[in-house]
């Protein structure tokens, strides 16, 4: 095979897809098109970079280069010199292309002329591309605009005025005064509609206002799309977006009524700009993808419990994300004929809300272990893993050819985790860490504060004179805080089972070892062992700048069962029992191998010098990876 041989690759990102769950599913028959992909050509296992998560790793599948090369230390990036405050306030900065320190495959592509698209993938915005494209589409991102605006709700108006009649064929009409709002909408929208009653009918129309008419919608249908102007703040708890004004578009649904009384569903409210990059595309995007005649069927599967075999606010997630799944299908395809991509890197995220919230349920060492509820979670496993089966169905269907080079390939996958540690409280324990009390709740007290522990990645910043905006430690006494720290770290037991609680705890210099060790590696790394865990849910665990009632009590560890699977705290060849941390990784198309699994796993920085090899053109700048020629004919 020569370099260059490839034209078309379609990357399918899953994020939280763990290799073990899809090997036994697809032994079950219950996955075929995964199938029908192993059984035509490679696959194993893949070793993430740590820390393993969702920015880290899908930064270094589309740079081939490890973190401390790219720089994409997790969602909260610390940068020396900034404010601590700073970099957890700015969540998921790593995601945008700037901070990102390594070269993204897809520009070297664009430079040689090969069309990108980069879909709901949580690096490298903006693109900046010549030719290529970036659609966030449900992925948030920094400096973006709110894909939707508002999400779909119903209204029920009340006291419709009488009006004339604005056609011949209506007897008669009522006017209804609409208020949008809800979302990032800051100031809500009025909307004038009619509820109308035909001549020689009895059944209600709505009637919509458009440039020259008005469209009529008999019940149950939906209208086409209407667009408007919208005032927003686009500010959330994790990542800063948009605020201004803004066009979107939405439909209208006519449910039922009476001459007082109108009740409708409004879509979710979707902006025309800001969340692709080069921008233009957007609204044709929606409208050729969005609310299509099979969505319907699939909300009427998500009110059932049989179609699932799992009901209630799952089964109504599940409906959601299988819709989700459908639409990033047509998009591809939709994009594929408007733009005429060459490449693809396509990521989609329902495993890793599953692992989070269901894995746990599944280890018989589960404190609330409860064999119906495991039972149970096992098959909502198994129904999210067969949408994401018929999600590379459709993609093979609509996007693929036999010449096509398929990649799927997840980040991570996760570990059942239940056991809280309350880092804080560790720090202040050992009087290296101090909150003080202020308007704004605890505030970390600087002028007391030694060492300071960062969750995301887990990682230790020792408050450096000269390095830190408001450091205390003097250079003399740098490494003696270290060693301590190190000693407070590897030395950490849960008081009630006398257990390790740290996997591994590295200073920077040693962490060079595993990928890590750049400027924005902190003084101290660590890993966990499982079941071990800091996050459990709220948003205030990973913002040590600040803390809680509940952080500041006398606790070390305790278990829950909000979060129930984890992933970033853990080494990436993380086992325990059936479950692991590392990635799945299927390679299918031409000149690569048939029905063969990999003996080693391969590491995820191997994949974008594969891509660049098989289509011929340089590898990403600092790509640290190798070409996985035991895969290739």
Same mark, same amino acid.
């Given at each position: 095979?020569?370099?260059?041989?490839? %034209?078309?690759?379609?990357?399918?990102?899953?994020?939280?897809?763990?290799?073990?769950?899809?090997?036994?599913?697809?032994?079950?028959?219950?996955?075929?098109?995964?199938?029908?992909?192993? +059984?035509?050509?490679?696959?194993?296992?893949?070793?993430?970079?740590?820390?393993?998560?969702?920015?880290?790793?899908?930064?270094?599948?589309?740079?081939?280069?490890?973190?401390?090369?790219?720089? &994409?230390?997790?969602?909260?990036?610390?940068?020396?010199?900034?404010?601590?405050?700073?970099?957890?306030?700015?969540?998921?900065?790593?995601?945008?292309?700037?901070?990102?320190? /390594?070269?993204?495959? !897809?520009?070297?592509?664009?430079?040689?002329?090969?069309?990108?698209?980069?879909?709901?993938?949580?690096?490298? !915005?903006?693109?900046?591309?010549?030719?290529?494209?970036?659609?966030?589409?449900?992925?948030?991102?920094?400096?973006?605009?709110?894909?939707?605006?508002?999400?779909?709700?119903?209204?029920?108006?009340?006291?419709? &005025?009488?009006? $004339?009649?604005?056609?011949?064929?209506?007897?008669?009409?009522? *006017?209804?005064?609409?208020?949008?709002?809800?979302?990032?909408?800051?100031?809500?929208?009025?909307?004038?509609?009619?509820?109308?009653?035909?001549? +020689?009918?009895?059944?209600?129309?709505?009637?919509?206002?458009?440039?020259?008419?008005?469209?009529?919608? #008999?019940?149950?249908?939906?209208?086409?799309?209407?667009?408007?102007?919208?005032?927003?703040?686009?500010?959330?708890?994790?990542?800063?977006?948009?605020?201004?004004?803004? =066009?979107?578009?939405? %439909?209208?649904?006519?449910?039922?009524?009476?001459?007082?009384?109108?009740?409708?569903?409004?879509? $979710?409210?979707?902006?025309?700009?800001?969340?692709?990059?080069?921008?233009?595309?957007?609204?044709?995007?929606?409208?050729?993808?969005?609310?299509? /005649?099979?969505?319907?069927?699939?909300?009427?599967?998500?009110?059932?419990?049989?179609?699932?075999?799992?009901?209630?606010?799952?089964?109504?997630?599940?409906?959601?994300?299988?819709? $989700?799944?459908?639409?990033?299908?047509?998009?591809? %395809?939709?994009?594929?004929?408007?733009?005429?991509?060459?490449?693809?890197?396509?990521?989609?995220?329902?495993?890793?809300?599953?692992?989070?919230?269901?894995?746990?349920?599944?280890?018989?060492?589960?404190?609330?272990?409860?064999?119906? =509820?495991?039972?149970?979670?096992?098959?909502?496993? @198994?129904?999210?893993?067969?949408?994401?089966?018929?999600?590379?169905?459709?993609?093979?269907?609509?996007?693929?050819?036999?010449?096509?080079?398929?990649?799927?390939?997840?980040?991570?996958?996760?570990?059942?985790?239940?056991?809280?540690?309350?880092?804080?409280?560790?720090?202040?324990?050992?009087?290296?860490?101090?909150?003080?009390?202020?308007?704004?709740?605890?505030?970390?007290?600087?002028?007391?504060?030694? /060492?300071?522990?960062?969750?995301?990645?887990?990682?230790?910043?020792?408050?450096?004179?000269?390095?830190?905006?408001?450091? @205390?430690?003097?250079?003399?006494?740098?490494? +003696?805080?270290?060693?301590? &720290?190190?000693?407070?770290?590897?030395?950490?037991?849960?008081?009630?089972?006398?257990? =390790?609680?740290?996997?591994?705890?590295?200073?920077?210099?040693?962490?060079?070892?595993?990928?890590?060790? +750049?400027?924005?590696?902190?003084?101290?790394?660590?890993?966990?062992?499982?079941?071990?865990?800091?996050?459990?849910?709220?948003?205030?665990?990973?913002?040590?700048?600040?803390?809680?009632?509940?952080?500041? %009590?006398?606790?070390?560890?305790?278990?829950?069962?909000?979060?129930?699977?984890?992933?970033?705290?853990?080494?990436?060849?993380?086992?325990?029992?059936?479950?692991?941390?590392?990635?799945?990784?299927?390679?299918?198309?031409?000149?690569?191998? #048939?029905? $063969?699994?990999?003996?080693?796993?391969?590491?995820?920085?191997? @994949?974008?010098?594969?891509?660049?090899?098989?289509?011929?053109?340089?590898?990403? *700048?600092?790509?640290?990876?190798?070409?996985?020629?035991?895969?290739?004919?």
């Amino acid at each position: 095979m020569n370099s260059g041989s490839v %034209k078309d690759i379609l990357l399918i990102g899953l994020d939280g897809a763990m290799y073990h769950f899809i090997e036994e599913l697809v032994k079950e028959d219950l996955l075929p098109n995964i199938c029908r992909l192993m +059984d035509e050509g490679v696959y194993g296992e893949a070793l993430p970079c740590p820390p393993t998560d969702t920015p880290t790793n899908w930064t270094t599948i589309a740079t081939g280069s490890s973190t401390a090369t790219h720089g &994409v230390t997790s969602f909260y990036i610390h940068i020396p010199g900034e404010p601590y405050e700073l970099g957890q306030r700015n969540r998921s900065r790593g995601q945008l292309r700037r901070y990102c320190k /390594a070269e993204y495959i !897809w520009d070297i592509a664009d430079r040689y002329g090969i069309r990108s698209l980069v879909l709901n993938y949580p690096a490298g !915005w903006p693109g900046g591309m010549r030719n290529g494209y970036v659609c966030l589409y449900t992925w948030p991102m920094p400096e973006s605009v709110p894909r939707i605006l508002a999400g779909a709700r119903d209204y029920t108006l009340e006291k419709g &005025v009488a009006v $004339e009649p604005f056609r011949k064929d209506i007897e008669s009409a009522y *006017r209804f005064r609409l208020k949008v709002e809800g979302g990032f909408i800051d100031e809500s929208e009025a909307f004038d509609l009619y509820l109308t009653r035909l001549k +020689d009918s009895s059944e209600y129309r709505l009637a919509i206002p458009r440039a020259e008419d008005y469209e009529l919608i #008999k019940p149950g249908r939906w209208s086409d799309w209407i667009e408007a102007t919208f005032k927003i703040v686009g500010s959330r708890s994790d990542v800063q977006m948009f605020s201004g004004f803004i =066009k979107g578009i939405f %439909k209208l649904k006519f449910l039922e009524a009476s001459e007082n009384r109108l009740k409708i569903q409004v879509s $979710e409210i979707y902006s025309t700009r800001g969340w692709m990059d080069p921008g233009g595309l957007e609204r044709d995007t929606i409208a050729y993808t969005h609310y299509l /005649a099979d969505e319907e069927s699939i909300l009427e599967y998500g009110r059932s419990r049989f179609i699932y075999d799992i009901s209630g606010m799952e089964a109504e997630f599940l409906a959601r994300q299988r819709i $989700e799944a459908y639409r990033l299908a047509r998009i591809t %395809k939709y994009l594929r004929e408007r733009i005429g991509w060459h490449l693809c890197f396509l990521h989609y995220h329902i495993m890793d809300s599953v692992n989070h919230r269901f894995l746990g349920l599944l280890d018989p060492k589960f404190p609330f272990y409860d064999e119906e =509820k495991a039972r149970y979670a096992w098959r909502y496993f @198994i129904e999210s893993y067969k949408i994401i089966d018929e999600f590379i169905g459709l993609l093979l269907e609509s996007c693929a050819t036999p010449d096509t080079l398929i990649i799927v390939v997840s980040d991570h996958a996760a570990i059942p985790a239940w056991r809280v540690v309350n880092i804080r409280r560790i720090f202040i324990n050992e009087g290296l860490l101090s909150y003080k009390a202020s308007p704004d709740g605890y505030l970390v007290d600087w002028s007391r504060t030694k /060492a300071f522990p960062w969750i995301e990645p887990l990682m230790v910043w020792i408050n450096l004179v000269g390095r830190d905006p408001n450091g @205390i430690v003097e250079a003399k006494d740098y490494e +003696d805080l270290r060693e301590q &720290v190190v000693d407070i770290l590897q030395n950490l037991r849960d008081p009630d089972t006398g257990r =390790k609680i740290t996997a591994m705890v590295l200073r920077r210099e040693e962490s060079v070892n595993i990928g890590l060790g +750049d400027e924005r590696t902190g003084d101290i790394v660590y890993f966990l062992k499982p079941p071990y865990t800091i996050w459990h849910g709220p948003t205030e665990d990973l913002l040590t700048y600040k803390a809680t009632e509940d952080h500041l %009590k006398d606790w070390l560890v305790r278990d829950q069962s909000r979060i129930t699977g984890i992933h970033g705290y853990y080494l990436p060849n993380e086992r325990m029992d059936r479950f692991s941390n590392t990635a799945i990784f299927i390679m299918n198309g031409p000149h690569v191998k #048939k029905g $063969e699994k990999l003996k080693k796993p391969i590491r995820l920085t191997d @994949i974008a010098p594969t891509i660049s090899y098989l289509l011929g053109i340089p590898v990403p *700048r600092d790509c640290e990876g190798r070409v996985i020629y035991e895969a290739l004919i």
